[in-house]
Protein backbone atom coordinates (compact mmCIF):
# COMPACT_ATOMS: atom_id res chain seq x y z
CA UNK A 1 0.00 0.00 0.00
CA UNK A 2 1.33 3.23 -0.93
CA UNK A 3 2.14 6.31 1.55
CA UNK A 4 -0.47 8.42 0.39
CA UNK A 5 -2.83 5.39 0.31
CA UNK A 6 -2.72 4.92 4.08
CA UNK A 7 -2.61 8.38 5.31
CA UNK A 8 -5.24 10.18 3.28
CA UNK A 9 -6.29 6.80 1.54
CA UNK A 10 -5.77 7.55 -2.36
CA UNK A 11 -2.93 7.57 -4.03
CA UNK A 12 -3.23 10.91 -5.96
CA UNK A 13 -3.78 14.11 -3.71
CA UNK A 14 -5.24 15.29 -6.58
CA UNK A 15 -7.95 12.09 -7.42
CA UNK A 16 -10.96 14.16 -7.90
CA UNK A 17 -13.25 11.44 -8.13
CA UNK A 18 -11.85 9.62 -4.61
CA UNK A 19 -12.47 13.43 -3.15
CA UNK A 20 -15.96 13.27 -3.93
CA UNK A 21 -16.94 9.93 -3.38
CA UNK A 22 -16.25 11.32 0.61
CA UNK A 23 -19.69 11.98 1.81
CA UNK A 24 -21.43 13.03 4.94
CA UNK A 25 -23.53 9.72 5.90
CA UNK A 26 -25.20 11.44 8.64
CA UNK A 27 -25.80 15.17 7.39
CA UNK A 28 -30.30 14.34 8.68
CA UNK A 29 -29.06 13.38 12.10
CA UNK A 30 -29.54 15.97 14.61
CA UNK A 31 -26.35 15.02 16.84
CA UNK A 32 -22.89 13.14 15.97
CA UNK A 33 -21.57 10.79 18.65
CA UNK A 34 -17.80 10.14 18.66
CA UNK A 35 -15.35 8.08 20.29
CA UNK A 36 -13.09 9.84 22.68
CA UNK A 37 -10.46 7.28 23.44
CA UNK A 38 -8.20 9.78 25.95
CA UNK A 39 -7.90 9.63 29.78
CA UNK A 40 -8.82 12.58 31.43
CA UNK A 41 -5.47 13.64 33.39
CA UNK A 42 -5.44 15.18 36.93
CA UNK A 43 -2.77 16.88 37.82
CA UNK A 44 -1.31 17.98 41.99
CA UNK A 45 1.80 20.24 40.56
CA UNK A 46 -0.34 23.82 41.14
CA UNK A 47 2.33 25.85 40.85
CA UNK A 48 1.07 28.82 38.42
CA UNK A 49 3.34 30.48 36.04
CA UNK A 50 5.51 27.34 35.67
CA UNK A 51 5.55 27.62 31.79
CA UNK A 52 5.47 31.82 31.73
CA UNK A 53 4.71 31.81 27.93
CA UNK A 54 1.10 30.18 28.84
CA UNK A 55 0.27 32.13 31.98
CA UNK A 56 1.58 35.29 30.03
CA UNK A 57 -1.83 34.00 27.47
CA UNK A 58 -3.55 33.08 30.20
CA UNK A 59 -3.59 36.53 31.83
CA UNK A 60 -4.05 38.33 28.08
CA UNK A 61 -7.40 35.85 27.63
CA UNK A 62 -8.82 37.24 30.74
CA UNK A 63 -8.42 40.92 29.80
CA UNK A 64 -9.77 40.26 26.32
CA UNK A 65 -13.39 39.01 26.54
CA UNK A 66 -16.16 40.62 24.60
CA UNK A 67 -19.79 39.75 24.59
CA UNK A 68 -21.43 38.47 21.42
CA UNK A 69 -24.70 39.67 22.12
CA UNK A 70 -24.03 43.70 23.02
CA UNK A 71 -20.50 44.65 21.04
CA UNK A 72 -21.62 43.26 17.83
CA UNK A 73 -23.93 45.78 15.34
CA UNK A 74 -26.58 43.20 15.21
CA UNK A 75 -29.23 45.90 14.03
CA UNK A 76 -26.70 46.00 10.43
CA UNK A 77 -29.15 45.27 7.27
CA UNK A 78 -27.19 42.62 5.11
CA UNK A 79 -28.16 42.42 1.48
CA UNK A 80 -26.46 39.49 0.36
CA UNK A 81 -26.95 40.44 -3.65
CA UNK A 82 -24.69 43.64 -2.53
CA UNK A 83 -22.59 41.77 -0.52
CA UNK A 84 -21.93 39.36 -3.35
CA UNK A 85 -21.04 42.19 -6.40
CA UNK A 86 -18.61 43.64 -3.76
CA UNK A 87 -17.08 41.23 -3.17
CA UNK A 88 -16.63 40.24 -7.04
CA UNK A 89 -15.17 43.35 -7.57
CA UNK A 90 -12.50 42.99 -4.83
CA UNK A 91 -11.84 39.74 -6.13
CA UNK A 92 -11.53 40.60 -9.79
CA UNK A 93 -14.44 38.65 -11.04
CA UNK A 94 -17.22 35.75 -9.26
CA UNK A 95 -15.32 32.52 -8.22
CA UNK A 96 -12.26 34.02 -10.11
CA UNK A 97 -12.79 33.83 -13.53
CA UNK A 98 -12.35 37.41 -13.73
CA UNK A 99 -14.54 38.88 -16.14
CA UNK A 100 -12.88 37.37 -19.40
CA UNK A 101 -15.89 35.22 -20.63
CA UNK A 102 -13.61 33.32 -23.00
CA UNK A 103 -12.47 30.75 -20.19
CA UNK A 104 -15.76 29.31 -19.90
CA UNK A 105 -17.05 28.90 -23.18
CA UNK A 106 -17.62 25.42 -23.87
CA UNK A 107 -17.82 24.64 -20.40
CA UNK A 108 -21.02 24.24 -18.13
CA UNK A 109 -20.93 27.97 -16.61
CA UNK A 110 -21.15 28.94 -20.59
CA UNK A 111 -25.41 28.69 -19.70
CA UNK A 112 -24.51 30.85 -16.68
CA UNK A 113 -26.03 34.22 -16.50
CA UNK A 114 -26.10 37.13 -14.14
CA UNK A 115 -28.95 35.46 -11.74
CA UNK A 116 -27.03 32.14 -11.20
CA UNK A 117 -23.37 33.83 -10.94
CA UNK A 118 -25.76 35.83 -7.74
CA UNK A 119 -26.70 32.86 -6.43
CA UNK A 120 -23.31 31.32 -6.41
CA UNK A 121 -22.32 34.01 -4.84
CA UNK A 122 -25.17 33.68 -1.67
CA UNK A 123 -24.57 29.88 -1.81
CA UNK A 124 -21.12 30.55 -1.08
CA UNK A 125 -21.81 32.60 1.47
CA UNK A 126 -23.63 30.63 3.29
CA UNK A 127 -21.71 27.24 2.36
CA UNK A 128 -18.92 29.24 3.99
CA UNK A 129 -20.04 30.47 7.31
CA UNK A 130 -21.87 27.03 7.92
CA UNK A 131 -18.67 25.54 7.81
CA UNK A 132 -17.11 28.19 10.25
CA UNK A 133 -19.83 27.35 12.64
CA UNK A 134 -19.15 23.44 12.38
CA UNK A 135 -15.72 24.20 12.63
CA UNK A 136 -16.47 26.46 15.56
CA UNK A 137 -17.89 24.02 17.25
CA UNK A 138 -15.00 21.31 16.96
CA UNK A 139 -12.73 24.06 18.75
CA UNK A 140 -15.27 24.04 21.40
CA UNK A 141 -15.55 20.37 22.27
CA UNK A 142 -11.58 20.09 21.24
CA UNK A 143 -10.54 22.63 23.63
CA UNK A 144 -12.59 21.06 26.21
CA UNK A 145 -10.76 17.74 25.83
CA UNK A 146 -7.93 19.85 26.08
CA UNK A 147 -8.89 20.81 29.59
CA UNK A 148 -9.24 17.49 30.61
CA UNK A 149 -6.04 15.88 28.68
CA UNK A 150 -3.25 18.48 28.88
CA UNK A 151 -0.70 17.30 32.20
CA UNK A 152 0.17 21.25 32.70
CA UNK A 153 -1.61 23.52 35.14
CA UNK A 154 -1.24 26.63 33.19
CA UNK A 155 -2.07 24.85 29.60
CA UNK A 156 -5.36 23.51 31.51
CA UNK A 157 -6.33 27.35 32.98
CA UNK A 158 -5.44 29.04 29.15
CA UNK A 159 -7.56 25.54 27.45
CA UNK A 160 -10.41 26.88 29.75
CA UNK A 161 -10.29 30.45 28.72
CA UNK A 162 -10.32 28.81 25.30
CA UNK A 163 -13.52 27.26 25.74
CA UNK A 164 -14.95 30.37 26.67
CA UNK A 165 -14.01 32.17 23.65
CA UNK A 166 -15.34 29.11 21.03
CA UNK A 167 -18.66 29.34 22.87
CA UNK A 168 -18.88 32.67 21.81
CA UNK A 169 -17.57 32.07 18.33
CA UNK A 170 -20.05 29.17 18.01
CA UNK A 171 -22.89 31.67 18.88
CA UNK A 172 -22.01 34.76 16.69
CA UNK A 173 -21.44 32.45 13.63
CA UNK A 174 -24.68 30.20 14.20
CA UNK A 175 -26.42 33.95 15.05
CA UNK A 176 -25.09 35.42 11.57
CA UNK A 177 -26.27 32.76 10.13
CA UNK A 178 -30.28 32.46 11.15
CA UNK A 179 -30.29 36.35 10.80
CA UNK A 180 -28.65 37.50 8.05
CA UNK A 181 -27.75 34.93 5.46
CA UNK A 182 -30.35 32.41 3.25
CA UNK A 183 -29.66 29.11 4.60
CA UNK A 184 -27.55 26.68 6.42
CA UNK A 185 -25.45 23.46 4.91
CA UNK A 186 -24.35 20.37 6.59
CA UNK A 187 -20.73 19.96 7.75
CA UNK A 188 -18.57 19.52 5.23
CA UNK A 189 -17.83 15.40 4.71
CA UNK A 190 -13.89 16.43 4.46
CA UNK A 191 -13.99 18.56 7.58
CA UNK A 192 -15.90 15.82 9.42
CA UNK A 193 -13.45 13.15 9.09
CA UNK A 194 -10.72 15.73 10.41
CA UNK A 195 -12.73 16.48 13.19
CA UNK A 196 -13.70 12.93 13.93
CA UNK A 197 -9.78 12.41 13.95
CA UNK A 198 -9.11 15.04 16.09
CA UNK A 199 -11.50 14.16 18.89
CA UNK A 200 -11.07 10.14 18.54
CA UNK A 201 -6.87 10.28 18.89
CA UNK A 202 -5.49 9.17 22.50
CA UNK A 203 -2.58 11.63 22.46
CA UNK A 204 -3.32 15.05 24.26
CA UNK A 205 -0.95 16.35 21.77
CA UNK A 206 -2.69 15.12 19.01
CA UNK A 207 -5.82 17.88 19.47
CA UNK A 208 -3.69 20.70 19.28
CA UNK A 209 -1.81 19.97 16.27
CA UNK A 210 -5.41 18.98 14.89
CA UNK A 211 -7.90 21.77 16.15
CA UNK A 212 -4.55 24.80 17.39
CA UNK A 213 -2.24 24.19 14.69
CA UNK A 214 -4.03 23.14 11.33
CA UNK A 215 -7.55 23.89 11.99
CA UNK A 216 -7.77 27.15 13.77
CA UNK A 217 -4.10 27.78 11.89
CA UNK A 218 -6.34 27.70 8.53
CA UNK A 219 -9.38 29.54 10.29
CA UNK A 220 -6.84 32.86 11.32
CA UNK A 221 -5.82 33.20 7.42
CA UNK A 222 -9.37 32.45 6.51
CA UNK A 223 -10.42 34.72 8.62
CA UNK A 224 -7.95 37.71 7.63
CA UNK A 225 -8.50 37.28 4.04
CA UNK A 226 -12.48 37.60 4.31
CA UNK A 227 -12.14 40.42 6.88
CA UNK A 228 -9.98 42.54 4.76
CA UNK A 229 -12.48 41.58 1.36
CA UNK A 230 -15.93 42.08 3.19
CA UNK A 231 -17.68 45.60 3.04
CA UNK A 232 -20.51 44.53 5.48
CA UNK A 233 -19.68 46.21 8.14
CA UNK A 234 -21.23 43.31 10.90
CA UNK A 235 -19.15 40.58 9.22
CA UNK A 236 -16.25 42.49 9.58
CA UNK A 237 -16.42 43.90 13.10
CA UNK A 238 -17.57 40.26 14.01
CA UNK A 239 -14.18 38.35 12.21
CA UNK A 240 -11.79 41.20 13.80
CA UNK A 241 -13.50 40.31 17.27
CA UNK A 242 -12.84 36.61 16.47
CA UNK A 243 -9.72 36.79 15.23
CA UNK A 244 -8.60 38.72 18.35
CA UNK A 245 -9.02 35.36 19.76
CA UNK A 246 -7.98 32.97 17.57
CA UNK A 247 -4.56 34.59 17.16
CA UNK A 248 -4.13 33.64 21.10
CA UNK A 249 -5.51 29.83 20.39
CA UNK A 250 -2.70 29.47 17.43
CA UNK A 251 -0.04 30.27 19.77
CA UNK A 252 -1.38 28.29 22.82
CA UNK A 253 -0.74 26.09 20.25
CA UNK A 254 2.59 26.62 19.20
CA UNK A 255 3.93 27.44 22.55
CA UNK A 256 2.55 24.60 24.52
CA UNK A 257 3.92 21.98 21.45
CA UNK A 258 7.15 23.33 21.44
CA UNK A 259 8.18 22.04 24.32
CA UNK A 260 6.77 19.15 23.86
CA UNK A 261 7.89 18.35 20.41
CA UNK A 262 11.40 19.36 21.36
CA UNK A 263 11.14 15.73 23.90
CA UNK A 264 9.75 13.34 20.92
CA UNK A 265 12.13 10.22 18.84
CA UNK A 266 11.99 10.67 14.84
CA UNK A 267 9.19 7.69 14.96
CA UNK A 268 6.92 9.95 16.84
CA UNK A 269 7.49 13.22 14.88
CA UNK A 270 6.66 11.27 11.81
CA UNK A 271 3.29 10.48 13.43
CA UNK A 272 3.08 13.92 13.69
CA UNK A 273 4.37 14.88 10.47
CA UNK A 274 1.61 12.36 9.42
CA UNK A 275 -0.94 13.80 10.68
CA UNK A 276 -0.56 17.53 9.74
CA UNK A 277 -0.53 16.37 6.43
CA UNK A 278 -3.47 14.72 6.37
CA UNK A 279 -5.22 17.20 7.91
CA UNK A 280 -3.79 19.56 4.98
CA UNK A 281 -5.55 17.49 2.39
CA UNK A 282 -8.47 17.40 4.08
CA UNK A 283 -8.97 20.84 4.43
CA UNK A 284 -7.90 21.86 0.59
CA UNK A 285 -10.78 19.01 -0.04
CA UNK A 286 -13.20 21.03 2.38
CA UNK A 287 -12.26 24.10 0.12
CA UNK A 288 -13.58 22.72 -2.99
CA UNK A 289 -17.09 23.41 -1.45
CA UNK A 290 -18.15 20.50 -3.60
CA UNK A 291 -22.01 20.94 -2.03
CA UNK A 292 -22.25 24.41 -3.24
CA UNK A 293 -21.86 23.25 -7.00
CA UNK A 294 -24.40 20.51 -6.48
CA UNK A 295 -27.09 22.67 -5.41
CA UNK A 296 -26.40 24.81 -8.49
CA UNK A 297 -27.30 21.57 -10.43
CA UNK A 298 -23.91 21.44 -11.59
CA UNK A 299 -21.75 18.02 -11.81
CA UNK A 300 -19.06 19.33 -9.15
CA UNK A 301 -16.57 16.56 -10.85
CA UNK A 302 -17.17 18.41 -13.77
CA UNK A 303 -16.80 22.17 -12.76
CA UNK A 304 -13.95 21.34 -10.39
CA UNK A 305 -11.59 21.00 -12.72
CA UNK A 306 -12.43 24.58 -13.80
CA UNK A 307 -12.13 26.09 -10.17
CA UNK A 308 -8.94 24.62 -9.56
CA UNK A 309 -7.36 25.59 -12.10
CA UNK A 310 -8.09 29.40 -11.85
CA UNK A 311 -5.61 31.26 -10.84
CA UNK A 312 -7.03 33.36 -8.24
CA UNK A 313 -8.08 29.82 -6.52
CA UNK A 314 -5.17 28.72 -6.72
CA UNK A 315 -3.49 31.88 -4.44
CA UNK A 316 -6.47 31.82 -2.57
CA UNK A 317 -6.12 28.26 -1.58
CA UNK A 318 -2.30 28.37 -0.76
CA UNK A 319 -2.78 31.64 1.24
CA UNK A 320 -5.04 29.53 3.18
CA UNK A 321 -1.44 27.64 4.61
CA UNK A 322 0.29 31.08 5.55
CA UNK A 323 0.01 30.60 9.18
CA UNK A 324 0.32 27.00 9.02
CA UNK A 325 3.55 26.77 7.31
CA UNK A 326 5.82 28.75 9.77
CA UNK A 327 3.93 27.60 12.83
CA UNK A 328 4.75 23.96 11.86
CA UNK A 329 8.38 24.84 11.11
CA UNK A 330 8.70 26.53 14.26
CA UNK A 331 7.54 22.99 16.17
CA UNK A 332 10.21 21.01 14.14
CA UNK A 333 7.67 19.31 11.96
CA UNK A 334 9.06 20.45 8.19
CA UNK A 335 12.68 19.68 8.81
CA UNK A 336 12.35 16.17 11.17
CA UNK A 337 12.82 12.87 9.04
CA UNK A 338 14.54 14.05 5.94
CA UNK A 339 12.47 17.16 5.47
CA UNK A 340 9.18 14.77 5.25
CA UNK A 341 7.02 17.23 5.89
CA UNK A 342 8.45 20.21 3.50
CA UNK A 343 8.53 17.82 1.22
CA UNK A 344 4.40 17.33 0.86
CA UNK A 345 3.77 21.15 1.82
CA UNK A 346 6.23 21.55 -1.26
CA UNK A 347 4.05 19.48 -3.65
CA UNK A 348 0.69 21.02 -1.94
CA UNK A 349 2.17 24.43 -3.18
CA UNK A 350 2.07 26.09 0.10
CA UNK A 351 6.14 26.37 1.32
CA UNK A 352 6.36 29.49 0.46
CA UNK A 353 4.72 30.47 3.73
CA UNK A 354 8.00 28.77 5.53
CA UNK A 355 9.57 32.12 6.50
CA UNK A 356 6.57 34.53 7.47
CA UNK A 357 6.04 35.10 11.51
CA UNK A 358 4.76 32.58 13.60
CA UNK A 359 1.77 32.84 15.51
CA UNK A 360 3.67 32.15 18.72
CA UNK A 361 5.25 35.70 17.98
CA UNK A 362 2.83 37.58 16.29
CA UNK A 363 -0.06 37.16 18.15
CA UNK A 364 0.18 39.78 20.22
CA UNK A 365 -0.63 42.44 17.25
CA UNK A 366 -4.13 40.79 16.65
CA UNK A 367 -5.37 41.69 19.91
CA UNK A 368 -8.45 44.26 20.50
CA UNK A 369 -7.22 47.91 21.26
CA UNK A 370 -8.50 49.58 24.44
CA UNK A 371 -11.95 50.79 23.62
CA UNK A 372 -12.59 48.51 20.58
CA UNK A 373 -15.30 46.72 22.02
CA UNK A 374 -17.98 48.75 23.84
CA UNK A 375 -18.44 45.73 26.68
FE1 LIG B 1 -12.97 29.96 17.38
FE1 LIG C 1 -10.25 29.19 18.28
Redesign the pocket.
Known amino acids: MSENQQIIGRDDINDLEAILAVTNDDADELIHAVHDNAEAIFTWDYEKGARPALNRLYEKAKGSQWNGETDLPWDTDVDQVAVTIANAETMGGIIGFGNDASVIVGTPFEKFGLEDWLKVGIETQNWTLSQFLHG ?1 QG ?1 LLCTAKIVETVPWVDAKYYAATQVM ?2 AR ?1 VEVFAKYLDEKLSGHYPINPHLKLLLDDIVADSRWDMTYLGMQIMV ?1 GL ?1 LAAFGFMQQITTEPLLKQLLRY ?1 MS ?2 AR ?1 VAFGVLSLKEYYAGLTDAEMRDRQEFAFEAAVRMRDRFLQQEVWEKMGLSAKEVLPLVMASPQRTMFQSMLFSKIVPNCKKLGLLDANGGWLRQRFTELGVIQFEDNPDTGEEYDMFQLAAGETSG
Open positions: EADEHEAVDEH
